[in-house]
């Protein structure tokens, strides 16, 4: 019997990700899964001072904007960084023309959660710089904090690469650096609308402790309950997660072993790719 080919991220269109399905099935109203995503995220933010973060990273930021809005206090540039040629054209037009007014639902949420947002979303918007490239173009070091939502595990199926996703992740702020992240949980291999199916690695909790406790410190992970107002994707739910980077810190001891959890073709929340390529 022959074995089924793992998917990596190479292996996927990343610049045909279809941002109109994809919107239309997860961004164009607010869902409940937003609201508790943009509660825990707002409380981070809100912790920081008005300008007191010189830069952060949105990490394959995709079409999704509120994870950019919710930034747009603390941050006085925000680096989304995107490899999809679709969601950099998409993240391009909103900062030209000004958001769809389908965000402002979940800038006003924002707004109410960190009342030092400014009063428009295209204001929250300003310090935004779309930036194409893939994790393979971040310099260590470079960011106060960091953010990912969705994307590491929505963009292969290959948990070492995962892993390698999250490494570059964590480095990408400098020592005492925040890190803020949102997982689909134990989503599958997956299908936005009638299109084909994009590469998934399937992660829980213990996943995420196995691959951040090594490279964190105050590593907290939390959970939303599966949203059943989305499509059907596979998933249990989400998984939120903040962390720092260590300020002294020794490399991880070996590699991660992957969870037992097996992929199966499906579909889930997630953005494109993002890493040598990659989601949102």
């Keep these: 019997m022959g074995t089924t080919r793992v998917r990596r991220n190479r292996d996927a269109d990343w610049d045909a990700w279809p941002v109109t399905d994809y919107l239309a099935e997860n961004y164009r109203r607010l869902h409940p899964c937003d609201i508790g995503v943009i509660h825990h995220h707002a409380a981070v933010y809100r912790r920081c001072a008005p300008g007191g973060l010189a830069r952060t990273l949105e990490l394959g930021a995709g079409p999704n904007l509120y994870p950019l809005m919710l930034a747009g206090a603390a941050s006085r ?12 054209r998409y993240l391009r037009r909103q900062l030209d023309r000004g958001p769809d007014d389908s965000w402002e639902p ?8 960190d009342p030092g947002l400014p009063e428009s979303s295209a204001e929250a918007l300003r310090p935004v710089r779309v930036v194409p490239g ?5 310099v260590p070091g470079t960011y106060d904090l960091a953010s990912m939502n969705f994307v590491a595990e929505s963009v292969t199926e290959d948990f070492g690469e995962f892993t390698l996703f999250c490494d570059a992740f964590v480095r990408a702020v400098r020592p005492g650096g925040r890190l803020l992240a949102a997982f689909m949980e134990r989503m599958p291999s997956y299908r936005i609308g009638a299109g084909p199916v994009w590469p998934a690695c399937p992660v829980d909790e213990p996943a995420l402790r196995a691959v951040f406790a090594p490279r964190t410190t105050g590593l907290r992970i939390s ?3 599966k949203d059943l107002t989305l499509p059907e994707y596979g998933d249990t739910g989400i998984l939120l997660l ?3 980077r260590p300020l002294t810190e020794e490399p991880p001891a070996g590699p991660v072993a992957a969870p037992t959890t097996t992929t199966a073709p ?3 929340r997630v953005t494109t790719a993002v890493a040598p390529p990659r989601r949102t």
């Design 134 to 138: 893939t994790v393979d173009d971040l």
């Design 77 to 88: 540039r925000i680096d989304a960084l995107e490899p999809s040629a679709a969601n950099l």
């Design 106 to 113: 979940f800038y006003a949420l924002c707004r109410s959660l």
């Design 223 to 225: 959970r939303v309950a």
């Design 242 to 244: 903040t962390a720092e």
């Design 266 to 268: 499906g579909g889930s």
